[in-house]
């Protein structure tokens, strides 16, 4: 049950934020009485906490699976930031870029979890360079690069926060692979 009120409370967290999603509707989500969620969770911020904690352990790993790659082509590093920005559940791209919404209670762990993934995606892109020819300084390209990826993590979020404008995810997906490639050819 606890996984299902965590799953539940990424969608609403998501959609809703910290502040516009209510204890109710996160109970009504699994079918249990708002009485009943104090036996799994404390509290709101806990519930939040969890979801956070999940969503920042499973870019983790993906980063992780990233570090130990043996080849780092361009065309690799093209495909990865396609697979950062397309393939994560929306909710879980959706609540990342809340997390400033966060409750003060557990901000520094927080922030400690989101530094942790910026520093594993420094380091990932650093790689990258040091592996192919490229004649720009490592600043920049380490700028051009978490540029795109968050560029596509807004666009993929709003895109897809309204329905009637997700057939852009497809052509949004293919500008970003255009922008890219234009990018890595220039090297």
């Known amino acids: 049950m606890k996984n299902e009120i965590v799953n539940n409370a990424i969608e609403l967290f998501a959609k809703k934020g910290?502040?516009?999603c209510?204890?109710?509707e996160i109970a009504n989500s699994v079918s249990i009485k708002k009485a009943s969620l104090y036996y799994y969770f404390p509290s709101k911020a806990n519930i939040y906490e969890a979801c956070s904690n999940r969503i920042i352990q499973y870019f983790n790993r993906i980063l992780d699976l990233q570090e130990n790659i043996s080849q780092r082509t361009l065309e690799n590093l093209?495909?990865?930031i396609i697979d950062?920005?397309?393939k994560p559940n929306i909710s879980y791209l959706r609540m990342y870029i809340q997390f400033?919404?966060?409750p003060n209670e557990f901000k520094e762990q927080l922030y400690q979890g989101i530094a942790t993934l910026h520093s594993k995606l420094s380091r990932i892109l650093e790689l990258y360079y040091e592996a192919n020819d490229i004649s720009m300084p490592i600043r920049e390209f380490k700028d051009l690069?978490?540029?795109?990826?968050e560029s596509g993590f807004i666009r993929t979020t709003f895109v897809n926060y309204f329905d009637e404008l997700?057939?852009?995810r497809y052509t949004m997906e293919k500008d970003v692979e255009s922008t890219l490639n234009a990018l890595l050819e220039l090297k």
């Open 18 to 20: 910290y502040y516009g």
């Open 166 to 168: 997700s057939y852009r």
């Open 84 to 86: 950062m920005v397309f």
């Open 100 to 102: 400033n919404q966060a």
């Open 145 to 149: 690069m978490l540029g795109i990826m």
């Open 78 to 80: 093209r495909q990865f």
């Open 22 to 24: 209510t204890l109710e």
